[in-house]
Protein backbone atom coordinates (compact mmCIF):
# COMPACT_ATOMS: atom_id res chain seq x y z
CA UNK A 1 0.00 0.00 0.00
CA UNK A 2 1.02 3.73 -0.95
CA UNK A 3 1.98 5.52 2.58
CA UNK A 4 -0.38 8.48 2.85
CA UNK A 5 2.08 11.22 2.52
CA UNK A 6 2.63 9.74 -1.03
CA UNK A 7 -1.11 9.97 -1.79
CA UNK A 8 -2.94 12.95 -2.99
CA UNK A 9 -5.72 13.94 -0.50
CA UNK A 10 -9.31 12.91 -1.14
CA UNK A 11 -10.00 15.99 0.68
CA UNK A 12 -8.21 19.28 0.77
CA UNK A 13 -9.12 22.11 2.86
CA UNK A 14 -6.94 25.03 2.50
CA UNK A 15 -6.98 28.42 4.19
CA UNK A 16 -11.16 28.10 5.61
CA UNK A 17 -12.25 31.11 7.29
CA UNK A 18 -15.76 31.82 8.14
CA UNK A 19 -16.96 34.80 9.62
CA UNK A 20 -20.48 35.30 11.02
CA UNK A 21 -20.64 39.21 11.18
CA UNK A 22 -17.62 40.07 13.52
CA UNK A 23 -17.92 36.90 14.86
CA UNK A 24 -15.01 34.77 13.60
CA UNK A 25 -16.06 30.50 13.65
CA UNK A 26 -13.04 29.54 11.53
CA UNK A 27 -9.51 30.84 11.18
CA UNK A 28 -7.00 29.72 8.81
CA UNK A 29 -8.10 26.23 8.92
CA UNK A 30 -6.57 23.67 6.72
CA UNK A 31 -6.58 20.04 6.76
CA UNK A 32 -6.29 17.47 4.01
CA UNK A 33 -8.62 13.76 4.47
CA UNK A 34 -7.96 10.55 2.39
CA UNK A 35 -9.91 8.65 0.79
CA UNK A 36 -11.22 5.66 2.60
CA UNK A 37 -10.91 7.44 5.67
CA UNK A 38 -12.87 8.43 8.76
CA UNK A 39 -12.27 11.26 10.62
CA UNK A 40 -13.61 13.10 14.04
CA UNK A 41 -14.18 16.48 14.25
CA UNK A 42 -13.96 16.69 18.11
CA UNK A 43 -14.07 19.80 20.14
CA UNK A 44 -16.19 21.57 23.05
CA UNK A 45 -19.60 23.13 21.82
CA UNK A 46 -18.73 26.41 19.80
CA UNK A 47 -15.40 25.10 18.45
CA UNK A 48 -16.53 25.52 15.10
CA UNK A 49 -16.65 21.61 14.00
CA UNK A 50 -19.52 21.79 13.10
CA UNK A 51 -19.37 25.30 10.75
CA UNK A 52 -16.74 23.36 9.42
CA UNK A 53 -18.43 20.54 8.35
CA UNK A 54 -21.21 22.58 6.71
CA UNK A 55 -18.56 24.57 4.57
CA UNK A 56 -17.48 20.91 3.51
CA UNK A 57 -21.43 20.23 2.37
CA UNK A 58 -21.78 24.12 0.88
CA UNK A 59 -24.56 24.77 3.78
CA UNK A 60 -22.45 27.51 4.74
CA UNK A 61 -20.12 29.54 2.43
CA UNK A 62 -16.21 30.61 3.68
CA UNK A 63 -15.72 33.66 3.76
CA UNK A 64 -12.06 32.84 2.83
CA UNK A 65 -10.53 29.54 1.92
CA UNK A 66 -10.68 26.75 -0.94
CA UNK A 67 -12.23 23.45 0.01
CA UNK A 68 -11.16 20.97 -2.67
CA UNK A 69 -12.72 17.13 -3.56
CA UNK A 70 -11.61 14.78 -5.70
CA UNK A 71 -9.53 17.08 -7.68
CA UNK A 72 -11.89 19.17 -7.97
CA UNK A 73 -12.53 22.80 -6.49
CA UNK A 74 -16.38 23.24 -5.16
CA UNK A 75 -15.83 25.72 -2.41
CA UNK A 76 -18.47 27.89 -4.41
CA UNK A 77 -21.06 25.16 -5.66
CA UNK A 78 -24.33 24.62 -3.67
CA UNK A 79 -24.63 21.49 -1.83
CA UNK A 80 -26.97 20.25 -5.08
CA UNK A 81 -24.11 19.45 -6.65
CA UNK A 82 -21.41 18.29 -4.63
CA UNK A 83 -20.82 14.92 -3.82
CA UNK A 84 -21.94 14.17 -0.21
CA UNK A 85 -24.14 12.27 1.65
CA UNK A 86 -25.20 14.02 5.00
CA UNK A 87 -26.84 12.57 8.82
CA UNK A 88 -27.88 14.96 11.05
CA UNK A 89 -28.21 14.96 14.84
CA UNK A 90 -31.99 15.02 14.43
CA UNK A 91 -31.78 12.48 11.36
CA UNK A 92 -34.53 14.84 8.95
CA UNK A 93 -36.61 11.77 8.11
CA UNK A 94 -39.33 12.72 6.21
CA UNK A 95 -42.09 11.70 8.71
CA UNK A 96 -45.03 11.67 6.39
CA UNK A 97 -43.19 9.01 3.90
CA UNK A 98 -42.52 5.29 4.77
CA UNK A 99 -38.74 4.00 5.26
CA UNK A 100 -38.94 2.95 1.36
CA UNK A 101 -40.21 6.27 0.55
CA UNK A 102 -37.16 8.01 2.56
CA UNK A 103 -34.86 6.06 1.00
CA UNK A 104 -35.88 6.30 -2.34
CA UNK A 105 -36.17 9.79 -2.37
CA UNK A 106 -33.02 10.87 -3.76
CA UNK A 107 -32.96 8.17 -6.29
CA UNK A 108 -36.00 9.41 -7.79
CA UNK A 109 -34.69 13.14 -7.60
CA UNK A 110 -31.96 11.50 -10.00
CA UNK A 111 -34.86 9.69 -12.12
CA UNK A 112 -33.69 6.40 -11.80
CA UNK A 113 -35.73 3.61 -13.03
CA UNK A 114 -38.11 1.94 -10.96
CA UNK A 115 -37.10 -1.67 -11.15
CA UNK A 116 -33.18 -0.09 -10.38
CA UNK A 117 -34.65 2.08 -7.31
CA UNK A 118 -36.50 -1.27 -5.70
CA UNK A 119 -33.17 -3.15 -6.06
CA UNK A 120 -30.78 -0.38 -4.87
CA UNK A 121 -33.27 0.46 -1.35
CA UNK A 122 -33.64 -3.58 -1.08
CA UNK A 123 -29.43 -3.59 -1.43
CA UNK A 124 -29.82 -0.40 1.48
CA UNK A 125 -32.36 -2.03 3.74
CA UNK A 126 -29.92 -5.31 3.51
CA UNK A 127 -26.51 -2.97 4.20
CA UNK A 128 -28.14 -1.59 7.73
CA UNK A 129 -30.58 -4.89 8.69
CA UNK A 130 -33.58 -3.34 8.51
CA UNK A 131 -35.21 -5.71 5.90
CA UNK A 132 -38.68 -5.94 6.04
CA UNK A 133 -38.98 -2.64 7.55
CA UNK A 134 -39.82 -0.68 4.34
CA UNK A 135 -43.41 -0.46 5.28
CA UNK A 136 -43.08 1.49 8.60
CA UNK A 137 -42.97 5.17 9.10
CA UNK A 138 -40.23 6.76 11.15
CA UNK A 139 -42.65 7.18 14.15
CA UNK A 140 -43.07 3.52 14.18
CA UNK A 141 -39.17 2.87 14.56
CA UNK A 142 -37.29 2.94 17.69
CA UNK A 143 -34.56 5.89 17.58
CA UNK A 144 -31.77 3.25 16.52
CA UNK A 145 -33.60 2.01 13.56
CA UNK A 146 -34.24 5.80 12.66
CA UNK A 147 -30.70 6.41 12.54
CA UNK A 148 -29.69 3.49 10.76
CA UNK A 149 -32.61 4.77 7.89
CA UNK A 150 -30.79 7.96 7.76
CA UNK A 151 -27.56 6.31 7.28
CA UNK A 152 -29.52 4.18 4.71
CA UNK A 153 -30.58 7.23 3.18
CA UNK A 154 -27.40 9.28 3.01
CA UNK A 155 -25.51 6.31 1.38
CA UNK A 156 -28.23 5.78 -1.53
CA UNK A 157 -26.88 7.58 -4.01
CA UNK A 158 -23.07 6.09 -3.51
CA UNK A 159 -21.15 9.46 -2.64
CA UNK A 160 -17.60 9.89 -1.85
CA UNK A 161 -18.27 11.37 1.05
CA UNK A 162 -20.08 10.49 4.38
CA UNK A 163 -20.79 13.38 6.68
CA UNK A 164 -22.35 12.68 10.07
CA UNK A 165 -23.65 15.45 12.29
CA UNK A 166 -23.39 14.02 15.93
CA UNK A 167 -25.61 11.06 14.47
CA UNK A 168 -25.36 8.92 17.63
CA UNK A 169 -26.00 11.80 20.40
CA UNK A 170 -29.85 11.57 20.71
CA UNK A 171 -29.77 7.84 21.50
CA UNK A 172 -29.51 6.40 25.10
CA UNK A 173 -25.89 4.98 25.80
CA UNK A 174 -26.36 1.35 25.28
CA UNK A 175 -28.15 1.80 21.61
CA UNK A 176 -24.89 4.19 21.30
CA UNK A 177 -22.40 2.39 21.57
CA UNK A 178 -24.16 -0.34 19.79
CA UNK A 179 -24.68 1.71 16.76
CA UNK A 180 -20.40 3.09 16.87
CA UNK A 181 -19.40 -0.50 15.84
CA UNK A 182 -22.23 -0.79 13.37
CA UNK A 183 -21.11 2.27 11.82
CA UNK A 184 -17.47 1.66 11.67
CA UNK A 185 -18.10 -1.94 10.40
CA UNK A 186 -20.73 -0.24 7.74
CA UNK A 187 -17.90 2.03 6.74
CA UNK A 188 -15.25 0.04 6.62
CA UNK A 189 -17.27 -2.55 4.41
CA UNK A 190 -17.67 0.25 1.89
CA UNK A 191 -15.24 2.15 1.87
CA UNK A 192 -16.41 6.17 1.88
CA UNK A 193 -14.30 8.49 3.72
CA UNK A 194 -15.86 9.79 6.35
CA UNK A 195 -15.97 12.93 8.72
CA UNK A 196 -18.13 12.48 11.73
CA UNK A 197 -18.38 15.86 13.83
CA UNK A 198 -18.94 14.81 17.91
CA UNK A 199 -18.08 16.67 21.26
CA UNK A 200 -17.50 13.09 22.86
CA UNK A 201 -14.31 11.46 23.21
CA UNK A 202 -15.06 8.41 23.98
CA UNK A 203 -16.93 8.31 20.58
CA UNK A 204 -13.80 10.02 18.57
CA UNK A 205 -11.14 7.57 20.23
CA UNK A 206 -12.82 4.60 19.06
CA UNK A 207 -14.46 4.93 15.71
CA UNK A 208 -12.02 7.77 14.18
CA UNK A 209 -9.01 6.66 12.39
CA UNK A 210 -7.50 10.31 12.86
CA UNK A 211 -9.05 12.83 15.33
CA UNK A 212 -9.18 16.81 14.78
CA UNK A 213 -9.01 18.41 18.05
CA UNK A 214 -10.65 21.96 17.49
CA UNK A 215 -10.89 24.58 19.88
CA UNK A 216 -12.15 28.43 19.58
CA UNK A 217 -12.47 28.17 15.35
CA UNK A 218 -8.41 26.69 14.66
CA UNK A 219 -7.16 22.91 14.80
CA UNK A 220 -5.52 22.24 17.65
CA UNK A 221 -4.04 18.79 16.97
CA UNK A 222 -4.15 16.28 13.60
CA UNK A 223 -3.42 12.82 14.91
CA UNK A 224 -4.83 9.30 15.48
CA UNK A 225 -6.45 8.27 18.33
CA UNK A 226 -3.29 6.85 20.14
CA UNK A 227 -1.19 9.67 19.40
CA UNK A 228 -3.71 12.47 20.64
CA UNK A 229 -4.17 10.74 23.50
CA UNK A 230 -0.73 9.82 24.58
CA UNK A 231 1.14 12.46 23.06
CA UNK A 232 -0.93 15.57 23.55
CA UNK A 233 0.78 18.37 21.32
CA UNK A 234 -1.34 21.37 23.84
CA UNK A 235 -2.73 21.82 27.11
CA UNK A 236 -6.29 21.97 25.96
CA UNK A 237 -5.83 18.59 24.37
CA UNK A 238 -4.33 16.96 27.22
CA UNK A 239 -6.97 18.69 29.42
CA UNK A 240 -10.48 18.35 27.07
CA UNK A 241 -9.44 14.67 25.61
CA UNK A 242 -9.59 11.92 29.01
CA UNK A 243 -8.84 12.95 32.59
CA UNK A 244 -4.95 14.51 33.22
CA UNK A 245 -3.02 15.89 36.26
CA UNK A 246 -1.90 18.95 35.67
CA UNK A 247 1.08 19.55 38.62
CA UNK A 248 3.61 22.80 38.34
CA UNK A 249 6.53 21.95 38.27
CA UNK A 250 10.41 23.39 37.23
CA UNK A 251 13.13 22.43 34.76
CA UNK A 252 16.02 21.06 36.50
CA UNK A 253 18.00 19.71 33.40
CA UNK A 254 18.12 18.40 29.94
CA UNK A 255 15.26 15.15 31.36
CA UNK A 256 14.46 16.40 34.56
CA UNK A 257 11.61 18.50 36.36
CA UNK A 258 11.21 19.08 40.13
CA UNK A 259 7.82 19.16 41.47
CA UNK A 260 8.03 20.26 45.07
CA UNK A 261 10.55 18.65 46.95
CA UNK A 262 10.61 15.55 44.01
CA UNK A 263 12.74 15.69 41.26
CA UNK A 264 11.21 13.08 38.32
CA UNK A 265 12.99 12.05 35.39
CA UNK A 266 11.08 12.32 31.84
CA UNK A 267 11.50 11.50 27.91
CA UNK A 268 9.75 15.09 27.35
CA UNK A 269 11.85 17.31 25.49
CA UNK A 270 13.12 19.62 28.15
CA UNK A 271 16.74 20.21 26.39
CA UNK A 272 14.49 23.15 24.85
CA UNK A 273 13.82 24.81 27.58
CA UNK A 274 15.71 27.01 30.31
CA UNK A 275 16.82 25.24 33.14
CA UNK A 276 14.49 27.24 36.09
CA UNK A 277 11.62 27.65 33.55
CA UNK A 278 8.39 27.04 35.07
CA UNK A 279 6.08 24.19 33.57
CA UNK A 280 2.82 22.29 33.78
CA UNK A 281 3.83 18.46 33.97
CA UNK A 282 0.82 16.20 32.93
CA UNK A 283 0.15 12.97 33.56
CA UNK A 284 -2.78 10.35 33.16
CA UNK A 285 -4.34 8.75 36.55
CA UNK A 286 -4.18 5.22 34.48
CA UNK A 287 -0.54 5.47 33.75
CA UNK A 288 0.60 5.93 37.54
CA UNK A 289 1.96 2.65 38.96
CA UNK A 290 2.33 1.59 41.98
CA UNK A 291 6.05 0.27 43.47
CA UNK A 292 7.97 -1.18 46.64
CA UNK A 293 8.13 0.79 49.68
CA UNK A 294 11.46 2.38 48.32
CA UNK A 295 10.80 5.69 48.03
CA UNK A 296 14.02 6.17 46.67
CA UNK A 297 13.46 4.28 43.50
CA UNK A 298 13.44 6.25 39.97
CA UNK A 299 10.42 8.95 39.88
CA UNK A 300 8.64 7.05 43.30
CA UNK A 301 7.17 8.72 46.12
CA UNK A 302 5.02 8.06 49.14
CA UNK A 303 1.60 9.11 49.00
CA UNK A 304 -1.60 8.81 51.13
CA UNK A 305 -5.24 7.68 49.89
CA UNK A 306 -7.57 10.31 50.91
CA UNK A 307 -10.23 9.32 48.91
CA UNK A 308 -11.04 6.16 46.70
CA UNK A 309 -14.20 6.71 44.47
CA UNK A 310 -15.22 2.96 42.88
CA UNK A 311 -16.16 3.77 38.99
CA UNK A 312 -17.04 -0.09 37.74
CA UNK A 313 -14.00 -1.10 36.14
CA UNK A 314 -11.43 1.01 38.29
CA UNK A 315 -11.45 2.83 41.78
CA UNK A 316 -10.06 6.42 41.58
CA UNK A 317 -7.74 7.58 44.32
CA UNK A 318 -7.16 11.50 45.51
CA UNK A 319 -3.70 10.87 46.44
CA UNK A 320 -1.72 13.61 48.50
CA UNK A 321 2.00 13.03 47.28
CA UNK A 322 4.68 13.59 50.24
CA UNK A 323 6.87 16.47 49.10
CA UNK A 324 4.93 17.24 46.04
CA UNK A 325 3.29 21.50 45.88
CA UNK A 326 -0.16 21.85 44.15
CA UNK A 327 -2.87 20.28 43.52
CA UNK A 328 -3.26 16.41 44.64
CA UNK A 329 -2.99 13.51 42.64
CA UNK A 330 -5.68 11.27 40.72
CA UNK A 331 -4.84 7.79 40.23
CA UNK A 332 -6.89 4.55 38.95
CA UNK A 333 -6.39 1.35 39.94
CA UNK A 334 -7.75 -2.07 38.63
CA UNK A 335 -9.84 -2.92 41.10
CA UNK A 336 -8.15 -6.57 41.73
CA UNK A 337 -4.67 -4.50 42.28
CA UNK A 338 -6.86 -2.35 45.01
CA UNK A 339 -8.51 -5.84 46.88
CA UNK A 340 -4.56 -7.65 46.90
CA UNK A 341 -3.00 -4.40 48.46
CA UNK A 342 -5.76 -3.66 50.49
CA UNK A 343 -6.10 -0.11 49.19
CA UNK A 344 -8.30 2.55 51.34
CA UNK A 345 -8.40 5.66 52.63
CA UNK A 346 -5.83 7.10 54.91
CA UNK A 347 -3.57 4.28 53.34
CA UNK A 348 0.14 4.69 52.15
CA UNK A 349 1.02 4.13 48.81
CA UNK A 350 4.24 4.05 46.80
CA UNK A 351 3.33 5.43 43.59
CA UNK A 352 5.79 5.74 40.62
CA UNK A 353 5.34 8.12 37.99
CA UNK A 354 6.51 6.57 34.32
CA UNK A 355 9.30 9.08 32.84
CA UNK A 356 7.89 7.85 28.95
CA UNK A 357 4.25 9.21 29.59
CA UNK A 358 4.81 12.25 31.46
CA UNK A 359 3.83 15.17 28.98
CA UNK A 360 4.92 18.74 29.73
CA UNK A 361 4.03 22.16 28.53
CA UNK A 362 5.43 25.82 28.94
CA UNK A 363 3.75 28.16 31.13
CA UNK A 364 2.87 31.24 29.51
Given at each position: MTARNER?????????TKMFGDFTALKDV?????????????????????????CIAGLDIQT????????????TLPPTQRDFGIVFQSYALFPNLTVYKNLAYGLENRRMEKDKIKQRVAELLDLVELAGQEKKYPAQLSGGQQQR??????????????????????LDAKVRVYLRHEVCRLQRRLGVTTIMVTHDQEEALTMGDRIVVMDQGI???????DEVYCHPKSRFVADFVGTMNFLP??????????????????????????QGAAVTVCVRPEDLALGDADAEAQNA?????????????????????????????????????????DIREGATLTVVFPGDRITVFTNR
Amino acid sequence: MTARNEREPYLRIEGLTKMFGDFTALKDVSLEVYEGEFVCFLGPSGCGKTTLLRCIAGLDIQTQGRVIQGGKDISTLPPTQRDFGIVFQSYALFPNLTVYKNLAYGLENRRMEKDKIKQRVAELLDLVELAGQEKKYPAQLSGGQQQRVALARALATSPGLLLLDEPLSALDAKVRVYLRHEVCRLQRRLGVTTIMVTHDQEEALTMGDRIVVMDQGIIDQVGTPDEVYCHPKSRFVADFVGTMNFLPGVVVGPRQVRLGRITLDCDAGLDRLDQGAAVTVCVRPEDLALGDADAEAQNAASARVDDLEFLGAFYRATLAVDGMEGPPVTADFLPRLVRELDIREGATLTVVFPGDRITVFTNR
